[in-house]
């Protein structure tokens, strides 16, 4: 085993710290995160950094860095509450993929990459049309990560969609069926492999 | 596409919400989390709410309940300041799945399970001796987060171990040969696929 210490990480060039540091969560989701601003502008971003914080209600977490350098997403959430995140399949990677390059203000991801803006009633962000596991939420709260002036934002599942032969009657979602694919470091995709449940684990 | 309301997943029983609520993310990393309390006793728990929250300097976030009901873990991390996050392989993913179980304080989750604690100068917790991608973080903040009484823990990484042919010199990790595993809900784990990596998306 190779031990990398605290400093070895600070000498390291950049790019390679970030693509470094990016990957120690090991597998994460990759998802596209839909708003619009208040002149109806749409924008349409991936984030790794969606994470369940809890079922009731159900809501959602994901970190953004700080507004200062006109993060659209951000800045469209707080302006209308609203967001959708889509789960990425391989038949839109590289569209997905593509909204992380720096558009200006002005233009929709969805012009850009060709993805279909899909609007649901009561939800002011649009879905991702080719998304075939999403949902949308309520935006509840914002808080500031002081560590590293990050921000991390709270919202409220408000709608969900996905086939209705992909959910069990357990609450269960077949994500090997929809497709949806995890992600590492900012540039690196996987499709999952055959699933493994396991048993409600008790003290033997 | 079937649609899932608020009101829909409100009144789904307890643990379908629950099994649904957990698999909204899509993939997630699943880690163990290695701690030490006052007296020297050591704990292990599976988290999957792993999260990359900044590269410079490595800053890495993870949600845990409140501390209202025995939690280990988020208990002796304040106590103590340390912890190692610990990536979960096929070879020992009974054995981490087994150490979500409750087991009482004075319990070890390594005796009942037969993980190896294994040590490294200078890091007070434990790690997973059988882990083969593994770090080590220094608590630098806890997060209240209000809208569902849980709490972000935010850490410093201090040492990374891993073996030195899965480290590529642009920093990239092979997660494909370290074997790590993704997960969704609290009971399901999922091999990962080959790796598709994509370039820097640019502004075409």
Chains 1, 2 share one sequence.
Do not use: W
Request: hydrophobic residues 40%.
């Amino acid at each position: 085993m190779r031990s990398i210490s605290l400093q070895d990480i600070e000498s390291m060039d950049k790019l390679v710290r970030v693509q470094f540091a990016n990957s120690l969560p090991g597998p994460k989701p990759i998802c596209l995160v839909g708003t619009t601003d208040e002149s109806g502008q749409h924008n349409l971003a991936p984030f790794s950094t969606v994470t369940h914080l809890g079922s009731n209600p159900a809501v959602i977490g994901m970190v953004s860095r700080p507004d200062l350098v006109d993060r659209h997403t951000l800045s469209n959430i707080l302006a209308t509450g609203s967001y959708t995140i889509n789960h990425v399949h391989s038949g839109i990677l590289e569209q997905a993929h593509q909204c992380s390059a720096r558009y200006p203000r002005g233009s929709s991801e969805f012009s850009a990459t060709g993805l279909t803006p899909h609007f649901e009633e009561g939800v002011l962000s649009p879905f991702v049309g080719e998304s075939v596991f999403r949902f949308a939420l309520k935006l509840e709260q914002t808080i500031p990560i002081a560590a590293n002036n990050t921000i991390l934002i709270v919202g409220r599942v408000v709608l969900v969609q996905l086939p209705d032969e992909h959910l069990g009657e357990d609450g269960s979602v077949d994500l090997n069926a929809l497709g949806s694919l995890a992600s590492t470091a900012l540039d690196t995709y996987f499709q999952l492999g055959a699933p493994t449940r396991l048993p409600y684990a008790k003290n033997k």
